[in-house]
């Protein structure tokens, strides 16, 4: 089975948006061990897409499209599809009754523009979207003349699902209906699974090297991905069915976290250092609050994304200003003049101040400098200070990451969240092989 | 003259990486007012790189290509490209000797393997790479048999031009090597500029509808974008050479923002919400603090995201339980037990306490329900409090999102920062077209 993703929109092809649907849909495919071959992004230009739509069914078997589905002018992908394969458009009235209900949740009115989601290629099967307006087509067609050529698809019809662009509901499509669709008309049964193995402070070819002792069974590949400040390590294990393959990989991944040891915070998409740090905090009853100079809300932030995280995330304060670090966290006057602001003392200050003042079982504070401007020589741009303190004490860590503003502070927020998981885990603050540990 | 752009790679295909070299040579290539019509990425794979090589040639006149230049057996490119077109290879002994040069100047021996980067198809031109050891390749062949059917290119010959996939070597071959070999052959000597149009408060399908009496000079084209909470119009302007393209562009940008009034916040990459909200803060001499419940430290991080912003932003308070609320904003315990934390009296008092422990001139509260538990009859999820507090009094509003949890925090941090900025700009409070307002 010969697979290929298309994605639609002249945003693509400017390069205004960097397109992230295509990988997540042969990421997917690759779950069901079909290769996607080929990428094409066209623009919104009724001639480009009917030869794109052509090309795709005399070489391909089954064709992922993404974009095009929403209601305004230039949203032309059912219209084209069905133009190109000879099918007239129809309208499906329980398509259009749900779009109009989901209007109405918000209260609104649906625009009569909104009506042309509605329609379908004769002959199409209709996806449903439960969170946006349009619903997803899939079309079978015979392939066309010229797909006897060599290169051409495998099978005799060629399978079309649209769907929309935009990711979450792309996601919730592919998962519910397109996969489940797919899955039964694959040629082989042999079946992949892939694992996400998420490490913080260890640089990619650090990594690499550490996992080469590990001796993985045959049918296993390791892939490396950097995803910043973290590294993730995508072990890939390959069986003659779900069973064997899910075996393999729990086997692979047990070898590998073996290794890992607390480099290894969790594994895939749903385990966010945050989410996993939440909840050991949760199970352990610990609750926590934070005091952020340079991550300004960002670890906050971070927490309290979570549903739930309201159990053990108390609040925290942003001290942006010395005035603030004074007032609402009590760092006295005398130690800011002294020490200034990024210091070791008022990072200690800062942590036990927002502990006490919230009650709170563990904290983490941040100080620094995350550039571009504010550096001095003795307190170059990339210089953080980041405190924990809990009911036994305090301690602060003096850290130099020379990197821009954005990632200053993203590697400074997972630091901090990370040196509380391994608090909470018994593990000693380590931040080994990235950035430059001062004291 | 139409564009296509290759990446070659089996990794992009397999969604273990994001591919921003298509992105990036597309908007060069835009510079030039050449559109690209289409992305394509292929495997390391002889026969589908045959085939894509192929089509490029019959539907476009230049073909960027990215990727497969380096020296393992799975880089491909140059030997793929030659067989495809009957070009032998031959060895270019300028560039073997650049290779064992670069090699030398790191103190090390180049290895036999990197000796196939320095052959080339048979009349192909060798562009230098400065920056690493793979030399890129313009060639120019025939247009294939089938050229000559619609929808193929204007040009009798197409023009490939091989490029390394490394960003920084890819980006400076384009702008030194492959772009002055372009700017010459280009029919048209128009040039086109676009611009992006931020808006905050308006659906898309309502913004479509709303310009749609904007009376636009003919040369200019309207696009839209939704980038959630916000949707951005992008108008693209073509003139005779760049002063006439920016000029058209000018006007047009100036007849939209008149149509749509302080919905449109700023333009461009850089103005974001939080830049244009903190350049007026900065200019007005506005200092700032939040007081975040539902929003958990959002707010604040957006702010200081921005580089200088300690000159307006003081910090915040992330009141996620209601003893922070009592404790560190000063809401009275009475009004938590009458009202509850999610109500009017509580948000106000936290927009106040935080103006009043900060000394701000100008301070928001947010306090909601995000979901996905917590919700009841009279306090759905996706309710929201968001406060305004500055030293002549305070304001507050009610309102309902009923989206997921992240796009709920979203919105209404965007909301409580619009709301600044419309403040500072004497603008009313305004959420026409998005979400529910409920008083």
Same mark, same amino acid.
């Given at each position: 089975m010969k697979a290929e993703v298309l994605t639609i929109g002249d945003e693509l092809l400017r390069g205004e948006i960097v397109d992230t649907n295509k990988s997540h849909l042969s990421q997917r495919l690759l779950e069901l061990d079909i290769e996607t071959r080929f990428h094409v992004t066209v623009a919104d230009d009724p001639s480009d897409m009917r030869e794109v739509f052509l090309r795709a069914a005399v070489r391909s078997d089954v064709i992922l499209v993404s974009g &095009?589905? &929403? #209601?305004? +002018? /230039? /949203?032309l992908t059912i219209e084209v599809l069905a133009e190109t394969f000879g099918r007239k458009l129809v309208l499906d009235e329980a398509s259009l009754a749900t779009i109009r209900a989901f209007f109405a949740r918000f209260g609104r009115e649906m625009a009569e523009?909104?009506?042309?989601?509605?329609y379908f290629p004769e002959g199409a099967e209709v996806l449903p979207n439960p969170v946006g307006t349009a619903p997803g087509t899939m079309l079978e067609v015979p392939k066309p +003349? @010229?797909? /006897?050529?060599?290169? $051409?698809?495998?099978? *005799?019809t060629s399978l079309f699902f649209c769907m929309p662009g935009v990711p979450r509901e792309l996601y919730k499509m592919m998962e519910e209906q397109v996969m489940p669709r797919i899955a039964p008309r694959r040629q082989q049964q042999s079946v992949s699974r892939a694992a996400l193995l998420r490490t913080f402070g260890i640089g990619e070819s650090n990594l690499d090297e550490l996992l080469r002792g590990v001796d993985l069974e045959p049918g296993v590949e390791l892939g490396f991905r950097t995803a910043f400040p973290d590294n993730y390590v995508r072990p890939v294990a390959r069986g003659a069915d779900a069973a064997a393959a899910d075996a393999l990989l729990e086997r692979s991944c047990r070898a590998l976290r073996e290794r890992l040891g607390p480099l290894c915070y969790g594994e895939g998409d749903a385990e966010t250092l945050e989410a996993v740090t939440g909840a050991l905090l949760r199970e352990r009853k610990v609750r926590i609050a934070v005091a952020e100079s340079c991550t300004g809300g960002l670890i906050g932030q971070r927490f309290t994304a979570?549903?739930?995280s309201s159990d053990y995330f108390l609040g925290g304060v942003i001290a942006y200003s010395n005035e603030a670090k004074q007032?609402?966290?009590? =760092? #006295?006057a005398e130690l800011l003049a002294e020490? &200034?602001? =990024?210091?070791e003392p008022v990072a200690l200050a800062m942590a036990e101040g927002v502990r006490d003042r919230f009650g709170a079982d563990l904290t983490v504070a941040t100080t620094g400098i995350s550039g571009p @401007? $504010?550096?001095?020589? /003795?307190? *170059? =741009?990339g210089l953080v200070f980041v405190a924990l303190a809990h009911a036994g004490g305090s301690q602060a860590h003096r850290l130099l990451f020379p990197l821009d503003r954005e990632r200053h502070r993203q590697i400074t927020a997972q630091l901090a969240i990370d040196w509380m998981r391994r608090h909470l885990l018994g593990e000693v603050f380590e931040l080994p092989r990235i950035g430059r540990k001062l004291s």
């Open positions: &095009g589905l &929403g #209601p305004t +002018r /230039d /949203d523009i909104n009506a042309k989601q509605a +003349r @010229g797909a /006897d050529i060599a290169g $051409g698809g495998a099978l *005799p979570i549903a739930g007032a609402l966290l009590g =760092v #006295p020490h &200034g602001a =990024v210091s @401007g $504010g550096g001095t020589a /003795d307190k *170059p =741009v």
